[in-house]
């Protein structure tokens, strides 16, 4: 086995200059890299099976070099080589060994699946949130707290995330390669999930099943934040301040009664009817990005609310170039002035 | 091989049994059980599929109320019995009588006949009751596998009602006769499935 | 296995007995007996309730080995091949059927 | 979107009932009819010879690959840079979907179907297959379902929903449009035609075997086609089936998938997988073969542990329906289920390592001569086991909830799918097109294609695992430049130019070689199998007269036994030949119109084209033909002159 780590290892410094090539540009979202116990788990299996692995395809590899070189047809010799029939006793070794690779592979790997279906127990107090995915954007139900959010999972540090999800419209799957593998999001269906985060930070998410055009930007981020600032952050979305404090952004919210209302809502607000067929987006302000892949800044939000389509396409959200540069002004000014 | 053709003509040449005679023959029967086993896969899918849809009634009628058995098992014995028809009518080929031949195809003919028009009498029916192929997943998961089995049914009185005009047209001979025999087991096959339908449709449907 | 080409080819010439309509009128019999008894068994409650559903799934199954080997005529000793291809269809259908029913 | 019939079809129609009036009626005039038959395309058109029909697969598996590859070249130039907006969203989705579905349906099977149909009947030693008249009619449905696929480029509105068609964005709510129901028909054509095809070798490699060639002595490439042939015959139906609920709900508005009607589209997926995993044998299988008569042919060896192959192909064949549901680990089915498919599915890792272990000690001990088949052959032993073990690290769900629907898993099968089933077409390609044409391609083009083709395969693929590990989901047409993805990618662009370079030096080589056309005997390459005792291209009968084998490699027990020839099992005889006959192609005709008129809509159509199926049918089941025979002094010519 120690050859078996050998190549393993190798194997890693050969990923290791792959990442050099990229330029040590470090992905944001790597698999390689996980910061919860979900993620960490399943790298231990990934471990495990790129050794056992790597050492097969250096079995290979060693004995059909040796075959190439040993046995290749010298010029002039014509001579006929022994026609063998083959070997008993090397055809079982080369049955049994695999077998037991494969037995030392499987034991791990039925655990594993096991445990990460296991619902997180009482004590643990997990937080559950129901997510339910939409072409294409995501949509986070804290079901303890009563509220709903958009494209941006917050999450406390250290605890466990007890995940609900399903999809309103066709099967999407949830992904943040840093704190766990995937689960699919299919319609009249409920899946679940458990992850936890241990280190503070954001880290992306993707959708990872074809949704359709704009699948690839369906993008989202989870923001892992010390339990405190967590609770604060609950308080904040419980009591959101979502009253406009200047003319522009009471002429914003005025534009957006007009226009967006039948489909957003915005916790908190003094609106009348409250859309849930697009994002809700209370505290839209703070988010880092619009619709999940912009950059959140004013270009950037005038760029999305003139062209969504151009930006995501297939977004279901039309197009508002036909408001004048006065009520766009105002509208953005709203829109960023939410918390 | 080389002598595979030799006997088109007069019935005298008949051997005992021309569906294993020749090489050509061969190759059509077990080639044609090739075709029934990819067709009972087929059919698999089918049932697998109206199974896990067979509850999703959507507000309609369920298997319990809508199933009439006694019609269904009237149904079955027809088919039945044109199974053992049309393998009276192989008994023929292989007597190479080809009167009790043509007897028992068309026999089997007509009650081939007389099921599908039962069958579609029962979907008249159930359309009255409100269950339609679009009214519901179970709808179109029962109209599915069971019109596909109807239309198998179809094709074979089809087939072997074909095969009665060229027999009548040219004899029994090394060409007709395993053409029949391979139209007799695809009969007998539509039969089998049917016993799995009127088991897991049906009867199934009515325990509940 | 080996000589399967030459065992057809043996066998074909050697067909005595033009078979009688005894077996397949026999088989008849059975197939509508065991048909009757699968609808008394729904209709008329004679077998308790959670055996009905194998108990007529059983029957049918006899019936399909009935009619395959009865009045298709299919036999272990001529047929090994056409036999282990229509094991493995219903062998595979039963798989698939029974994966879509619990999985689906 | 376009309710009706659009005017560009009906043209098509109209043109094709021309067409087939003219056919039937003799034309207005009897001479156009003649100058039709007396046409060299007539001949292939009509032509049941199984040599032939396996060119014309090789034509159309060839057109399938350069319109596939151009798809994964412009896939690849999309990805070029990050948040490129080339093609992006529908396009992208419709160019991936087709280049999948193309490259396995109309690349890999027929290409296989190809080698099959030149090769398993020399081998077995049959002079012809068992179901002539299926076996054209199975080419031309492949065709059909290939253009009529295509046509949706010409037509707008390309299948957008993966080679995979999920549900339900592949439903009419999520995929209006034509799209979707390319794919459906162009399948369900095209798959009848497999099906058929399959049907035919099962039956030509039980009951025509020459005298002595018992199950035992086939070579392997006749014993995988029959492996693949058996999943091809089982694994088909779920795909016809599901594909018929597909086509019910868009166009009779059935319920199966939708979940407000109380349907559930996960029964698509299991459908879709219960064929998807046993196609993926199906067409790694025949290239199994190829390998292993290539390796053994080239290393002056016997295959090693002949038997245990034969078993394992038929185990890896078995188990091959047991394990569809590794590919929907994530979709929810519960750990039972993930664990039960994760262990089938590690199993199947035995016996393909059986293969690979045999293979090297078939080299093992041998002479081996670096043909450029040769070169196929060892590249694919290492690209392969990659693949493989890659694979079997998918097998263990927790892992795959990370790899899936990601570039690990896009790599993976690429390793498998090019390094198996495309290196393994090439090697047979190289091997048998000899026998096929008559010359050999050039063999010194012919390792350009090889090193062009194998360098720039593992360029691209191979930095693809760690795309997939750094966490870019596949199908996806863009990714951000803050990804740190951008270099591998571009990495991975590069390499498919490569391939593609090779591919342009391949098509070189043929016309080059054609042009030269140097004869190259009856048995170029020291041959160990019965398709090398015969002349290069093989007559039309196959064997003048049916050899009587005797052994495992039956032309080299006879070259060893001092015999120059098959010794005969019967005497020169006048052979029995089935005719030609144009009834399969206006078959097709019919089931290309029905698929048209369903495509558009247009039930009118559609079972106006089911009808001149059933229509040719019938006249087909009345037609009495009994063939023709070859005389003996014609046949005595041809093989002097195969002798000279
Ligand atoms: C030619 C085609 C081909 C072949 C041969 C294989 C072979 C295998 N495949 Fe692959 N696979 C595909 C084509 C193929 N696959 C495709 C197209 C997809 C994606 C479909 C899609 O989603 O679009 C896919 C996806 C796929 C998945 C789903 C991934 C996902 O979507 O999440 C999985 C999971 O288990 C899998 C597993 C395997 C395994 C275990 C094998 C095994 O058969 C491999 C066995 C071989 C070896 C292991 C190497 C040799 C063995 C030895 C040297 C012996 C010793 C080895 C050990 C002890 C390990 N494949
Ligand atoms: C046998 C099957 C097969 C083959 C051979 C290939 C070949 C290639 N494939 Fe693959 N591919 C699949 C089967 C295959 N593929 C499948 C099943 C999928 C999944 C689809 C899905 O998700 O639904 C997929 C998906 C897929 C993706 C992922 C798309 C996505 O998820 O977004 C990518 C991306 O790189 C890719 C790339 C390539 C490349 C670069 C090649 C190259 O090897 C191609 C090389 C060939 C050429 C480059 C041809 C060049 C020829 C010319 C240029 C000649 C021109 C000459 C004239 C005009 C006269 N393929
Ligand atoms: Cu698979």
């Not at chain 1, 190549?7 to 992905?27: D, H, K, N, T, Y």
């Not at chain 2, 059919?43 to 809508?66: N, R, V």
């Not at chain 4, 795909?239 to 029964?267: C, K, S, W």
């Amino acid at each position: 086995m120690s050859r078996g780590k050998h190549l393993g290892r190798l194997l890693f410094v050969f990923s290791m200059i792959a990442l050099l090539m990229a330029g040590c540009e470090e992905p944001a979202k790597s698999v390689l890299d996980p910061q919860g116990s979900t993620g960490e788990e399943q790298l231990t299996l990934i471990k495990i099976s790129i050794y056992i692995m790597a050492f097969v395809f250096a079995v290979v590899m060693v004995i059909f070099i040796y075959v190439l070189i040993r046995y290749r047809q010298k010029p002039g010799d014509d001579s006929i080589p022994e026609q063998v029939e083959g070997s008993t006793k090397l055809e079982l070794l080369w049955t049994v060994i695999p077998i037991i690779l494969l037995a030392i592979l499987a034991v791990p790997t039925v655990a594993t699946t096991f445990s990460l279906a296991e619902k997180p127990s009482e004590e643990e107090e997990a937080l559950t949130v129901k997510v339910t995915a939409h072409q294409y954007w995501w949509e986070f139900e804290y079901e303890d707290y009563g509220f709903k959010t958009a494209q941006e999972l917050h999450i406390p540090k250290d605890k466990k995330v007890y995940l609900k999800l399903t999809s309103r419209d066709v099967i999407h799957s949830f992904w943040v390669p840093a704190l766990g593998g995937k689960t699919d999001l299919n319609p009249g269906q409920t899946n679940t999930m458990t992850i936890d985060a241990k280190k503070v930070g954001t880290y992306e998410g993707r959708c990872a099943e074809l949704c359709g055009a704009g699948h690839a930007l369906m993008n989202f981020e989870v923001v892992v934040d010390e339990e405190q600032k967590f609770d604060q952050w609950v308080a904040q979305r419980q009591e959101p301040s979502s009253q406009p404090q200047t003319a522009a952004q009471e002429r914003g919210e005025e534009v957006f009664s007009q226009n967006c209302m039948s489909c957003h809502a915005i916790d908190g607000a003094e609106l009348e009817r409250k859309g849930n067929k697009a994002p809700n987006l209370t505290g839209f302000g703070e988010r880092d990005k619009i619709a999940g892949v912009l950059e959140n800044n004013d270009e950037n939000l005038e760029k999305w609310l003139k062209h969504p389509d151009k930006v995501k396409p297939g977004s279901y959200m039309p197009s508002f170039d036909f408001l004048n540069e006065k009520d766009m002004k105002s509208l953005k000014a709203y829109l960023q002035s939410l918390e | 091989m080389s002598a595979q053709v030799e006997h088109k003509g007069t019935q005298a040449h008949l051997p005992p049994h021309p569906e294993k005679a020749t090489m050509e023959s061969r190759n059509k029967v077990l080639g044609f059980w090739f075709l029934i086993g990819a067709e009972t896969v087929l059919f698999a899918c089918l049932f697998g599929t109206y199974l896990a849809l067979k509850d999703s009634t959507m507000g309609g009628p369920s298997t319990e109320e809508l199933y009439q058995i006694p019609m269904v098992a009237l149904a079955t014995f027809i088919l039945l019995t044109s199974s053992l028809t049309s393998v009276l009518g192989v008994l023929g080929i292989h007597r190479n009588n080809i009167k009790q031949v043509k007897l028992w195809f068309w026999v089997t003919v007509v009650l081939g006949a007389a099921f599908l028009g039962l069958e579609i009498y029962e979907f008249f029916e159930y359309v009255h009751e409100g269950h339609t192929f679009t009214s519901s997943a179970f709808g179109s998961a029962f109209y599915t596998l069971v019109g596909t089995h109807g239309s198998h049914v179809l094709f074979g009185i089809t087939w072997i009602f074909c095969l009665l005009i060229q027999l009548s047209r040219r004899g029994l001979n090394m060409e007709t006769a395993p053409k029949l025999y391979v139209a007799s087991l695809y009969w007998h096959f539509v039969d089998v499935v049917w016993v799995f339908i009127f088991t897991v449709v049906y009867l199934m449907g009515k325990v509940g | 296995m080996e000589t399967e080409v030459q065992q057809n080819q043996a066998q074909q010439e050697t067909d005595p007995t033009p078979e009688s309509a005894v077996k397949h009128l026999l088989s008849f019999a059975l197939m509508i007996g065991l048909t009757l008894v699968a609808f008394a068994a729904v209709m008329l409650e004679v077998v308790p309730a959670g055996m009905v559903i194998p108990f007529i799934l059983v029957l049918a199954v006899i019936q399909v080995f009935l009619q395959l080997f009865t009045f298709m005529h299919l036999d272990l000793k001529n047929n090994r091949m056409t036999v282990t291809f229509v094991m493995m269809g219903l062998i595979i259908g039963a798989i698939c059927a029974v994966a879509l029913f619990v999985l689906g | 979107m376009e309710e009706g019939f659009p005017l560009a079809t009906l043209v098509i129609l109209i043109v094709f009932a021309l067409f087939l009036t003219a056919i039937w009626t003799g034309g207005y005039d009897k001479q156009l009819l003649n100058r039709f038959r007396s046409h060299w395309l007539w001949d292939w058109i009509t032509t049941v010879d199984h040599k032939k029909i396996g060119i014309l697969y090789l034509i159309g598996g060839a057109f399938f690959f350069i319109i596939g590859g151009i798809e994964a070249l412009l896939i690849r130039i999309q990805l070029l840079v990050p948040n490129n907006d080339f093609m992006v969203g529908d396009t992208f989705n419709e160019l991936l979907s087709m280049h999948g579905t193309t490259m396995i349906f109309f690349v890999a099977m027929p290409l296989l179907f190809a080698l099959m149909n030149v090769a398993v009947p020399l081998q077995i030693g049959a002079r012809d297959v068992a179901f002539p008249f299926l076996n054209s009619l199975g080419f031309w449905l492949f065709l059909a379902g290939g253009i009529l696929m295509n046509l949706s480029w010409i037509f707008g509105n390309a299948p957008d929903a993966g080679w995979t068609n999920y549900v339900p964005i592949a439903s009419n709510e999520f995929s209006p449009g034509t799209g979707i129901d390319y794919y459906v028909l162009g399948l369900q054509i095209s798959g009848i035609g497999t099906t058929m095809g399959g049907i035919n070798f099962l039956v030509t490699i039980i009951n025509m075997r020459a005298p002595g060639m018992s199950l035992l002595r086939m070579p392997m490439f006749t014993w995988t086609s029959f492996v693949a042939s058996s999943l091809i015959l089982f694994g088909f139906p779920p795909l016809t089936a599901g594909l018929f609920l597909v086509m019910f709900e868009r166009l009779f508005g059935a319920n199966f998938f939708d979940v407000a009607m109380g349907g559930n589209p996960v029964i698509w997926q299991h459908l879709f997988w219960i064929f998807g995993h046993p196609e993926v044998y199906i067409v790694i299988l025949p290239a199994f073969g190829v390998m292993s008569d290539v390796i053994s042919n080239f290393s002056k060896k016997r295959l090693f542990g002949y038997t245990s192959m034969v078993f394992a192909t038929i185990l890896i064949g078995f188990l091959g329906f047991m394990v569809w549901a590794h590919h929907m680990f994530t979709v929810g089915m519960g750990p039972v289920a993930n664990s039960i498919f994760a262990v089938a599915t590690m199993a199947i890792a035995v016996p393909t390592g059986i293969k690979v272990f045999n293979w090297l000690f078939t080299m093992w001990g041998g002479k081996i001569r670096f043909t450029t088949a040769m070169l196929w052959a060892v590249g694919f032993i290492p690209t392969f086991v990659m693949g493989g073990v890659t694979g079997v690290m998918l097998a263990s769900p927790p892992a795959d909830y990370q790899y899936h629907d990601s570039y690990f898993v896009v790599a993976h099968f690429h390793y498998v799918l090019i390094g198996g089933t495309v290196f393994g077409i090439f090697a047979g390609l190289y091997y048998w097109w000899p026998k096929m044409f008559g010359h050999k391609l050039g063999e010194t083009l012919g390792k350009w294609h090889f090193g062009l083709f194998f360098i720039g395969f593992h360029l691209t693929f191979f930095i693809q695992h760690f795309i997939g590990l750094y966490g870019m989901p596949r199908r996806h047409f863009t990714y951000q430049p803050e990804d740190g993805l951008t270099t591998l990618n571009q990495i991975s662009t590069v390499g498919a130019f490569f391939m593609a370079a090779g591919t342009i030096v391949w098509l070189i080589n043929i016309i080059k070689s054609a042009r030269s056309a140097i004869p190259a005997g009856n048995d170029p390459w020291d041959g160990r199998t019965l398709e090398w005792a015969i002349s290069s291209p093989a007559p039309e009968y196959n064997f003048a007269q049916l050899p009587q084998v005797r052994s495992l490699d039956a032309f080299w027990f006879e070259k060893m036994e001092g015999n120059k020839k098959m010794i005969p099992a019967e005497p020169l005889g006048p052979i029995h030949m089935p005719s030609s006959t144009h009834w399969p192609f206006i078959m097709t005709i019919g089931f290309f119109i029905s698929g048209l008129g369903f495509v558009f809509r247009s039930l009118e159509v559609g079972v106006l084209g089911l009808i001149l199926v059933f229509l040719t049918m019938f006249i087909r089941s009345f037609e009495q033909d009994h063939g023709y025979h070859i005389e003996l002094d014609e046949i005595e010519k041809t093989e002097k002159g195969a002798n000279a």
